[in-house]
C-alpha cells in the first residue's frame, strides 16, 4: 500500500474533511465509494477513498458517510424577482402592486430557497417591472451575499438589452405606459443600453433574438432585432469581459446568435438538424429551459391568472421543446442546465429539471454534469466551479438517497442534507441539526398581492 497522504495544515486557514457514502465528483466518472473531500479555508485540499487520503487530528469532521457528496448545483437561467406563485396570487396585479423594492426582497428569497436546496450558483437572466428593469436591484442582492451580510447563492446578474417590443419588453403588460430607458433600438442605442447595463453591475448580458412563449399577443417565431443589433450587443458585453445569453426559439435566431458570438443560446425550442450541427462545431452551450414546458408548469400559469392565449401557445411549443432536446443532445449539443424558473415551479425545486432530461433519454450522470461540470463551461467558471476536484471552490452538497438511480430525489429539500460554499456550510439536516438558509415554509408566508 502506498504510504498514507496527511494534508499540511500550516497557515492555510480552517480544515475541513468530509466523509461521504458515495462520491460523485461531477467529472461523469464512476462514483467513488467511501471517499473524502478536505477542504482548505474555501477551497478543496485533496480528494480521495478514506484509506488513502486522511484528514490532520485537529480537522474539523463532518460526517456524511450515509450519503452522496456531489459538487454544488447551478441553475443558469432563473429568474428570481418574477412574480412567483409562492409569493403572489396574479402576477398582473402584482405587477403594478408590487414595488421593486419588494420585488428585490422577493428575488432574494427566492434565491435563498434555491441555496437551501443545493443550488450554490444561479445565473439570474434579469427582470423589470413597470418602474423599469431591476438591474440595480438584482445587483445589490447579489453584492449584499458576496459582502457575507446575507446569506445565498453565487449569484450572477443579468441585465435586458432589448429592442422596443422584444420579447422581454412584452413581460410588462402591452398597454403599461412605458418611461425610462429600457429598451433601445439600433447597435449604438443598443450599446449605450448595455453600457449602462454592465456599469450598474451586471455579469450578463441577456437579449432576444425571437419571440417567446409565456408573454402575452407575441408569436414564438417572430424575430427581435437585426444582425446588426445583435452582433452590437454582444460586442459590448465582450469588450468588458461579460457574457452574452440570447433567448432563441427559432433557427434563424440560434443562427443570428452563433454569428453574433453568443456566450449561451437560452430555450432553442425550435430546431433543424443543419443548425444542430452548428451549435455543435460551435461548442456553444445550451440551456433547454424544459421545467417551463411542461403541464405542470401551465397549470401553475393557469392558476396565477395568465391568459387563455399564452396557455395555449405554451401547449403548442411544449411537443417543439421535447422533440429538439432529444436531437441536441443525441448531437452532442453541450447542455447547460437552466430552468427558466420565475412563477413556476416552486423556487428551489430547480433539480426537477434534471427529471425532465432523464425522462427524455438522458442517463442521470449526464443530466447531474449539466448543472455542475457544464455549467461551469458555460460560465466559464470551470477552472474554480463544477467539479469536486483539487484547488476548486468548495461548493457542495449532501444527499440522502442516490440520484444516479433517482434523479427526483435532488428536488426534496429533507434529502439535501449539508450544503456548503466556499467552504462554508450554510444548510446542516444530518440528525441532530437543523440548520437551514429559509426557515419559513411554504403556507407559512403571506401572499404579497391584494386579492
Ligand atoms: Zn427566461
Same mark, same amino acid.
Given at each position: 500500500m502506498k504510504s498514507q497522504e496527511f494534508l499540511e495544515t500550516a497557515s492555510k486557514g480552517s480544515i475541513t474533511a468530509i466523509k461521504c457514502g458515495t462520491l460523485i465528483d461531477g467529472r461523469g466518472g464512476k462514483p467513488v465509494k467511501d471517499a473524502v473531500v478536505l477542504i482548505e479555508g474555501n477551497r478543496i485540499g485533496k480528494v480521495g477513498t478514506q484509506d488513502r487520503v486522511k484528514a490532520a487530528p485537529h480537522a474539523e469532521m463532518v460526517d456524511c458517510s450515509r450519503y452522496t457528496l456531489m459538487p454544488g448545483m447551478m441553475d443558469l437561467h432563473i429568474h428570481t424577482a418574477m412574480y412567483n406563485c409562492m409569493s403572489f396570487h396574479n402576477h398582473r396585479v402584482a405587477q403594478f402592486e408590487i414595488m421593486p423594492h419588494l420585488q428585490q426582497m422577493y428575488a432574494l428569497f427566492h434565491a435563498q430557497n434555491c441555496f437551501d436546496m443545493g443550488f450554490t450558483t444561479l445565473r439570474d437572466l434579469g427582470m423589470n417591472g413597470p418602474r423599469g428593469l431591476l438591474v440595480n436591484e438584482m445587483c445589490a442582492v447579489r453584492e449584499a451575499i458576496n459582502m457575507g451580510i446575507i446569506e445565498g447563492p453565487r449569484m450572477l446578474i443579468a441585465g435586458f438589452t432589448t429592442m422596443t417590443g422584444s420579447h422581454l419588453d412584452l413581460i410588462? #403588460?402591452?398597454?403599461m405606459y412605458r418611461w425610462g430607458f429600457n429598451t433601445a433600438d439600433g447597435p449604438w442605442e443598443l450599446r449605450k443600453l448595455a453600457r449602462l447595463n454592465l456599469l450598474a453591475g451586471c455579469d450578463v448580458i441577456k437579449t432576444c433574438a425571437s419571440g417567446g412563449g409565456?408573454?402575452?399577443?407575441?408569436? #414564438?417565431d417572430i424575430r427581435n432585432m437585426t444582425q446588426e443589433e445583435l452582433d452590437a450587443i454582444v460586442d459590448e458585453a465582450h469588450a468588458l469581459h461579460k457574457h452574452a445569453a440570447v433567448h432563441c426559439f427559432t433557427t434563424q435566431a440560434q443562427r443570428m446568435a452563433m454569428k453574433a458570438g453568443a456566450d449561451t443560446i437560452e430555450h432553442m425550442v425550435f430546431h433543424d438538424d443543419e443548425t444542430i450541427d452548428m451549435i455543435v462545431e460551435a461548442g456553444v452551450p445550451v440551456t433547454p429551459t424544459l421545467s417551463h414546458r411542461t403541464d405542470h408548469a401551465i397549470e401553475l400559469r393557469r392558476e396565477l391568472g395568465t391568459a387563455d392565449f399564452v396557455l395555449r401557445k405554451m401547449k403548442y411549443l411544449q411537443p417543439f421543446c421535447f422533440e429538439t432536446f432529444r436531437k441536441m443532445h443525441k448531437a452532442g449539443v453541450k447542455i447547460a442546465m437552466g430552468t427558466d424558473m420565475g412563477f413556476e415551479p416552486h423556487m428551489g425545486t430547480n433539480a426537477a429539471e434534471l427529471e425532465i432530461y432523464v425522462k427524455l433519454g438522458m442517463k442521470p450522470m449526464d443530466a447531474i454534469l449539466t448543472a455542475t461540470r457544464n455549467a461551469a463551461q458555460a460560465l466559464k467558471r470551470e477552472h474554480e466551479l463544477g467539479t469536486i476536484e483539487a484547488g476548486k471552490l468548495a461548493d457542495l452538497i449532501a444527499v440522502d438517497g442516490d440520484p444516479l438511480k433517482d434523479i427526483a430525489c435532488l428536488q426534496k429539500k429533507p434529502n439535501i442534507k449539508l450544503v456548503m460554499k466556499e467552504g462554508k456550510v450554510y444548510a446542516d439536516r444530518r440528525p441532530g441539526k437543523n440548520k437551514n438558509v429559509v426557515n419559513v415554509k411554504p403556507g407559512e408566508w403571506k401572499i404579497a398581492d391584494y386579492l
Amino acid at each position: 500500500m502506498k504510504s498514507q497522504e496527511f494534508l499540511e495544515t500550516a497557515s492555510k486557514g480552517s480544515i475541513t474533511a468530509i466523509k461521504c457514502g458515495t462520491l460523485i465528483d461531477g467529472r461523469g466518472g464512476k462514483p467513488v465509494k467511501d471517499a473524502v473531500v478536505l477542504i482548505e479555508g474555501n477551497r478543496i485540499g485533496k480528494v480521495g477513498t478514506q484509506d488513502r487520503v486522511k484528514a490532520a487530528p485537529h480537522a474539523e469532521m463532518v460526517d456524511c458517510s450515509r450519503y452522496t457528496l456531489m459538487p454544488g448545483m447551478m441553475d443558469l437561467h432563473i429568474h428570481t424577482a418574477m412574480y412567483n406563485c409562492m409569493s403572489f396570487h396574479n402576477h398582473r396585479v402584482a405587477q403594478f402592486e408590487i414595488m421593486p423594492h419588494l420585488q428585490q426582497m422577493y428575488a432574494l428569497f427566492h434565491a435563498q430557497n434555491c441555496f437551501d436546496m443545493g443550488f450554490t450558483t444561479l445565473r439570474d437572466l434579469g427582470m423589470n417591472g413597470p418602474r423599469g428593469l431591476l438591474v440595480n436591484e438584482m445587483c445589490a442582492v447579489r453584492e449584499a451575499i458576496n459582502m457575507g451580510i446575507i446569506e445565498g447563492p453565487r449569484m450572477l446578474i443579468a441585465g435586458f438589452t432589448t429592442m422596443t417590443g422584444s420579447h422581454l419588453d412584452l413581460i410588462q #403588460p402591452r398597454a403599461m405606459y412605458r418611461w425610462g430607458f429600457n429598451t433601445a433600438d439600433g447597435p449604438w442605442e443598443l450599446r449605450k443600453l448595455a453600457r449602462l447595463n454592465l456599469l450598474a453591475g451586471c455579469d450578463v448580458i441577456k437579449t432576444c433574438a425571437s419571440g417567446g412563449g409565456g408573454t402575452d399577443k407575441e408569436e #414564438p417565431d417572430i424575430r427581435n432585432m437585426t444582425q446588426e443589433e445583435l452582433d452590437a450587443i454582444v460586442d459590448e458585453a465582450h469588450a468588458l469581459h461579460k457574457h452574452a445569453a440570447v433567448h432563441c426559439f427559432t433557427t434563424q435566431a440560434q443562427r443570428m446568435a452563433m454569428k453574433a458570438g453568443a456566450d449561451t443560446i437560452e430555450h432553442m425550442v425550435f430546431h433543424d438538424d443543419e443548425t444542430i450541427d452548428m451549435i455543435v462545431e460551435a461548442g456553444v452551450p445550451v440551456t433547454p429551459t424544459l421545467s417551463h414546458r411542461t403541464d405542470h408548469a401551465i397549470e401553475l400559469r393557469r392558476e396565477l391568472g395568465t391568459a387563455d392565449f399564452v396557455l395555449r401557445k405554451m401547449k403548442y411549443l411544449q411537443p417543439f421543446c421535447f422533440e429538439t432536446f432529444r436531437k441536441m443532445h443525441k448531437a452532442g449539443v453541450k447542455i447547460a442546465m437552466g430552468t427558466d424558473m420565475g412563477f413556476e415551479p416552486h423556487m428551489g425545486t430547480n433539480a426537477a429539471e434534471l427529471e425532465i432530461y432523464v425522462k427524455l433519454g438522458m442517463k442521470p450522470m449526464d443530466a447531474i454534469l449539466t448543472a455542475t461540470r457544464n455549467a461551469a463551461q458555460a460560465l466559464k467558471r470551470e477552472h474554480e466551479l463544477g467539479t469536486i476536484e483539487a484547488g476548486k471552490l468548495a461548493d457542495l452538497i449532501a444527499v440522502d438517497g442516490d440520484p444516479l438511480k433517482d434523479i427526483a430525489c435532488l428536488q426534496k429539500k429533507p434529502n439535501i442534507k449539508l450544503v456548503m460554499k466556499e467552504g462554508k456550510v450554510y444548510a446542516d439536516r444530518r440528525p441532530g441539526k437543523n440548520k437551514n438558509v429559509v426557515n419559513v415554509k411554504p403556507g407559512e408566508w403571506k401572499i404579497a398581492d391584494y386579492l
